[in-house]
């Protein structure tokens, strides 16, 4: 019996019950202009969006994913950085090594801007910096468990440079967040946001949340596309 024929039978014979209307009447219908947005104005008159300190460290924060996916796919499209260096490895360790520089200069960047601005006083509370501490831990561990399981090549873009993994690494923290190296980055940067009770901490770490979110949009197509690749040439051989 469906689903259908059965809630017919829980009704009285000869009655009607009006049709359910979707809540709401559906998202057309909900008036934009009425929500809340108190929060988020608190949030931005707070922040100085002409100091030099915020714009510096939200082009590092663009940067960054945008460096490091058109060179890789230039390596990949090309083998330069692989036959300028003898080996696509040390081609790799060597591209690890600059990626690394550039976000440990984005991590200072955002450190700077955080302290050139003013806090807000409504974040300044044992709960916000307690919490802050448990995203920083959280997040941390996202990032060394991230690259304990894929190792060095794995974590800088090796699949580009032809150093492809037997398998697809589905043990922790996979199996329980996709991309968790981006996730628990930003995770780290919102906890040092909270713990400074710093606004513009929260938006300078938003920028990076839409940032890495962008990056995969670009990244996880093409990484498949070079293991479909593979696939296909071992059909061949």
């Not at 974040?123 to 997040?139: S, W």
């Amino acid at each position: 019996m469906s689903d259908g024929d059965a809630a017919g039978n829980r009704n009285p014979a000869g009655k009607k019950h009006p049709v359910l209307l979707d809540c709401c009447g559906g998202l057309n219908n909900v008036d934009y202009s009425k929500m809340d947005l108190t929060f988020m104005e608190e949030v931005l008159k707070h922040i100085n969006f002409n100091d030099s300190s915020f714009c510096i460290a939200v082009i590092a924060i663009i940067f960054n994913p945008l460096f490091w996916n058109v060179v890789a796919r230039w390596e990949h499209h090309t083998r330069r950085l692989s036959r300028l260096f003898g080996s696509p490895y040390l081609a790799c360790y060597c591209l690890g090594f600059v990626i690394i520089l550039l976000n440990a200069y984005r991590s200072h960047s955002i450190t700077v801007a955080m302290k050139a601005q003013a806090k807000w006083e409504v974040m300044v509370r044992t709960d916000v910096f307690y919490t802050g501490i448990a995203l920083m831990v959280l997040g941390t561990l996202l990032v060394v468990s991230s690259f304990l399981a894929l190792g060095f090549t794995g974590t800088f873009l090796g699949d580009y440079f032809g150093i492809l993994m037997d398998e697809k690494v589905t043990g922790f923290p996979f199996n329980i967040i996709e991309n968790p190296m981006y996730w628990g980055s930003t995770a780290n940067y919102l906890g040092l946001a909270l713990i400074g009770a710093s606004p513009v901490g929260l938006v300078l770490t938003a920028i990076v949340a839409v940032a890495y979110k962008v990056a995969i949009r670009f990244e996880g197509p093409f990484t498949g596309q070079i293991y479909q690749e593979r696939s296909q040439r071992r059909k061949h051989e």
